[in-house]
């Protein structure tokens, strides 16, 4: 795919296979058939759920932030990845239009020439004892070809039903990486903002322990304090700096992460989030069996069941004879200019039926292999299954956790702020030793710190509940096509 093509939002893959349809005869696709798991699977989700609504299709858009909507959008035109995923839904495309060809009458036309000498040795022809005769033979041909394979077991049908089953999977597999994607340059930007945070909290701590440090030299300089003073303070400044350093190292690579992810050239200039935005108020939910079966991935595992079974078909119907039908028509003349003139057509037409008798066990052989392929297609749909439901039930109950967790970090960082103002207050009026105020900013930073990473782990947490739902929660499957 070249480097400037554009892939869309979201695969319509109705009308892919809408389109299929129309040239694979016939064929229409294995209707969806979700097989029932053994795992114990509840009616409703075990964790809290509070549900208030369904978030639309554009689930990034919930959190109100403009340049986050710009950034996944550019990443769904322009990754590189993505491209690949489009690609490889054409290439099975293309696969099913030649299953789909199978069913089809074959034609072609032919035209053909010829010249032939023959050599007369041995006979006794009189007159001609002293030399050879020969002839010379001249043949031109045109011909119209035709080719058939009644198909009366359904074995093509089937082949093509396990072709279009294969592109509906691969458009899954497509929807699956779009949804992944937006999770991804979600996450990306979230972290950019997050790194530009912390390195504010940085710079912001490196002003404030500067001004402190000053403060301790003069009142060493004055003979009020000790050198020991003045040393923690120029070491507590120092690991400021370090630190900040590190932030910005981190808040660079992060840009340049996002870039990567929108398809554009890491130079570190892209446009930033100003600020982590809020968390959405409204948690998506409903019955485990329906949000389940719209996951991309759980669409893509289904469909390779149904394209496994239906090349078990195939398989056991390739123990049945075949029929097919040879026609041909055309002229065969020893003159170019009689090749329009019909006093010189032929034709031919040759039925044909196979029987399959010995063939050393291959094709029993091929249906157990095609039963153990459906078999282990049913086992990675189970799995696929059961890990979309634990995925839903881990982002809903770390949902709680990290609320309050972030609510308890509100708190240490405003009490730990308050602690900072207090033991400077009480250094400067000679009662604390400079030992507390040191401890005292370095669990003000600490606190405002993990205060910023609570935040947007609670936002990435809401990020994977979205993929884990399948991304936009819809009354609609979400991937089209699946069976229709």
Known sequence: MAAGTRTPFFVNARGLIGLLALGAGCATAPLADHPAIDGGVPAAWTARDDTGGRPALAWWTDFGDPGLDDVVQSALRQNYDLQAAAARLDQAL????????????????????????????????????????????????????????????????????????????????????????????????????????????????????????????????????PSLDVRLALSNLATAEALREQRGQQFDASIRQLEVLMGRYASGTAAIPSALPSAPAVIPGGLPAELVRRRPDVVAAERRIAAARQRLQVAQRDLYPRFTLTASTGTATGALQDLIKRDFGVWTLLGNVIQPLLQGGRLRAGVDRAEARAAEELAVYANTTLQAFSEVETA?????????????????????????????????????????????????????????????????????????????????????????
């Open 94 to 225: 293309a696969d099913s239009r030649i299953a789909g060809a199978d069913l089809q009458p074959a034609l072609q036309v032919g035209l053909n020439g010829s010249k032939r000498k023959q050599n007369f040795i041995g006979f006794p022809i009189p007159g001609a004892e002293d030399r050879v005769l020969s002839t010379v033979f001249t043949n031109f041909g045109v011909s119209l070809d035709l080719t058939w394979e009644a198909d009366l077991w359904g074995r093509l049908r089937a082949g093509a039903r396990a072709a279009l089953a294969d592109l509906q999977s691969r458009a899954a597999d497509l929807r699956a990486a779009q949804l992944s994607l937006a999770g991804q340059t979600t996450k990306a930007w979230f972290a950019t903002a997050e790194a530009q945070q912390q390195l504010r909290l940085a710079e912001a701590s490196v002003a404030s322990f500067r001004i402190s440090s000053e403060y301790v030299r003069e009142r060493f300089e004055q003979g009020l304090r």
């Open 396 to 484: 809903l109950a770390a949902e709680e956790y990290l609320v309050e967790r972030e609510r308890y970090l509100e708190i240490s960082a405003e009490q730990s702020r308050a602690a900072e103002i207090i033991a400077d207050d009480r250094y400067r009026s000679g009662l604390d030793d400079y030992i507390t105020v040191l401890e005292s900013q370095r669990l003000a930073l600490q606190a405002e710190g993990d205060l910023i990473a609570a935040r947007r782990q609670r936002l990435e947490n809401r990020v994977d509940l979205y993929l884990a739902l399948g991304g936009g929660f819809d009354l609609a499957p979400a991937m089209p096509g699946s069976g229709d």
